[in-house]
């Protein structure tokens, strides 16, 4: 782990930028995006555009590759960070970023703080860290695609994941609060604490074992199942008490595999309580004892897109 290296983003001009997001928009039809389509979408001179491509690639924004039929321009992951981090600072979100404080097959995690100093958590979804074949057996942001781009799906990742906690956050659920987003960062409150999954001790095993089946069947009794809950998901503090993170593969009570996932779910919680705190219990939720209390899969468009974001979406398919 190490910092997110933004030193060039100081460096390049307006210009610049809008050549970034020529190269982003010609990339929704495009595996590689000409050049004349880059000075086209970003209405700059033809002749200049070569020298503000050959500067993004340079700093490794963009590469130049050779395609069977035609070569073109495509966005590296730092190239999309870039566009994402200058809206989120233009926007006065973000002034500064500092380390790396997590790491993860689809994401990493990084301190930022605003202009008044205040701490805040930056997550940049990275989905290309797993096969494409994974992804469409767990996720469904592709919808009936049969293929998609990493930076298509690691978007609407973000934009799932910040619709949830947004929705959960104002219904009182313990997770973060989220701030804002953009592309394929989320920003969110900072949650002191410890991941449950590097925590040897604590004083009450049945309060917290209670505490989390709880929250478990609170969010069933709402419509949805979390469908990765688990010890690295679970932030315990100082008073033993915990929070949720990470929610792109919610799933709603009435997905045909509902039962499956959260069986799945309570049987993880009662196997780590068993072999952490040598805790285990007789009583444990299932799947026939829900009572739906609310329709919060429902408000967020069932599949997870709450309403207010749909139109991004509309924008990235």
Not at 105 to 132: C, N, P, W, Y
Request: aromatic share 10%; charged share 25%.
């Amino acid at each position: 782990m190490g910092r997110l290296n933004v030193a060039v983003l100081r460096y390049l001009t307006a210009e610049d930028f809008r050549s970034l997001t020529a190269i982003e928009m010609g990339m929704k039809n495009h595996e590689l995006v000409p050049g004349s389509l880059v000075a086209s979408i970003a209405k700059l001179p033809h002749g200049g555009i070569y020298k503000r491509l050959l500067n993004l690639t340079k700093h490794r924004l963009s590469v130049y590759e050779r395609g069977k039929r035609y070569d073109g321009y495509r966005l590296t992951n730092t190239g999309y960070d870039y566009l994402a981090l200058r809206a989120l600072a233009s926007r006065n979100v973000i002034s500064s970023i500092g380390n790396q404080i997590g790491t993860g097959k689809e994401s990493d995690i990084f301190l930022v703080a605003d202009q008044e100093g205040k701490e805040m958590v930056l997550k940049i979804h990275r989905l290309g860290r797993t096969s494409f074949r994974k992804i469409k057996e767990k996720r469904d942001y592709h919808k009936h695609r049969n293929s998609a781009s990493w930076i298509y799906l690691s978007r609407l990742a973000a934009v799932k994941e910040f619709a949830f906690m947004q929705a959960l956050h104002d219904r009182g659920f313990p997770v973060p609060k989220p701030y804002d987003f953009n592309r394929h960062c989320i920003v969110m409150e900072v949650i002191k604490g410890f991941p449950l999954c590097q925590v040897h001790y604590v004083k009450d095993a049945p309060a917290l074992y209670e505490e989390v089946m709880d929250l478990l069947v609170n969010l069933a009794n709402h419509g949805l199942i979390h469908s990765d809950f688990n010890e690295f998901n679970l932030i315990l503090d100082d008073d033993d008490h915990i929070t949720l993170i990470d929610f792109p593969q919610m799933v709603s009570t009435s997905h045909p595999n509902a039962e499956w996932y959260f069986d799945r779910d309570v049987s993880c919680i009662r196997e780590f309580f068993k072999k952490r705190f040598n805790y285990e219990s007789e009583l444990y939720p299932t799947f026939q004892e829900i009572s739906r209390e609310d329709t919060l899969d429902l408000t967020t468009s069932a599949s997870g897109y709450a309403k207010d974001v749909q139109e991004i979406l509309n924008e990235a398919c």
